[in-house]
């Protein structure tokens, strides 16, 4: 069974700029999760969504903003792209469950995000 | 607030030995924890979980161990190889909650010396 696919796995953006990125989960899987990590910070939750809708969220400003799919795949969007949005930017994914509880999740490769 | 934590930032284990990364929680109501693996330029690995109703539980090569009196959680690696370099993360949560929920530590760096 393939595992969570991300693309692009590098990105060079300027200040200002906006990017999409996506996520693949694995066949099966319905909730996929985004987060950010830095060095500084670690892991931090951006959010998750669930059968297409956002189901939680993080504590991040509005220009970081996420769809679902009907077949499950993901994209995450930053627009008016800062200096401190570089970062490695993770897609999980897990199984689902419609009561929304904590699962183990299955993290792709990232994409690498350098904003100039 | 709710806090992962880990004791050491670095590990240096010599290829062969085993190796035991610790890690403290302050949530006494997290009850699912989770070990992940991350090698450079790749994402976190899931290694092995545990419910807090366990105290132990094993996988190939790995154990991890769960004290709730303390909210100590440890992760032990047998005979170590040098594919066993990463960063290991543990990460918690509580029973009522939901993924946004999951709230991961800092990271160990194990570094296996050949």
């Known amino acids: 069974k393939a595992g969570v696919t991300q693309t692009p796995r590098y990105l060079i953006k300027t200040r200002g700029q906006q990017v999409t990125l996506s996520c693949s989960p694995i066949s099966g899987h319905r909730s996929v999760s985004w987060y950010q990590q830095t060095p500084g910070q670690g892991l931090q939750f951006l959010f998750e969504?669930?059968?297409?809708?956002?189901?939680n969220k993080g504590n991040f400003p509005g220009r970081f903003s996420g769809r679902q799919f009907s077949n499950s795949r993901s994209e995450m969007n930053v627009s008016t792209l800062e200096l401190g949005d570089s970062a490695l930017y993770l897609c999980a994914s897990s199984i689902g469950s419609t009561q929304g509880r904590g699962e183990k999740l299955f993290f792709g490769s990232g994409t690498q995000l350098s904003v100039l | 607030g709710e806090s992962v934590g880990l004791h050491l930032p670095t590990l240096s284990v010599q290829e062969g030995d085993n190796s035991i990364i610790n890690c403290a929680y302050s949530n006494s109501a997290s009850d699912y924890f989770i070990w992940y693996k991350q090698e450079s330029g790749k994402g976190p690995q899931f290694i092995i979980d545990?419910?807090?109703?366990?105290d132990k539980r094993q996988g190939q090569r790995v154990t991890v161990l769960l004290n709730k009196t303390v909210k100590h959680l440890s992760l032990q690696i047998a005979a170590t190889q040098p594919g066993d370099s990463a960063v290991y993360f543990c990460a918690e949560i509580g029973a009522n909650f939901g993924n946004e929920k999951l709230t991961f530590g800092t990271g160990t760096r194990l570094t296996i010396i050949p």
């Open positions: 545990i419910r807090s109703n366990m």
């Open positions: 969504y669930f059968s297409e809708t956002q189901r």
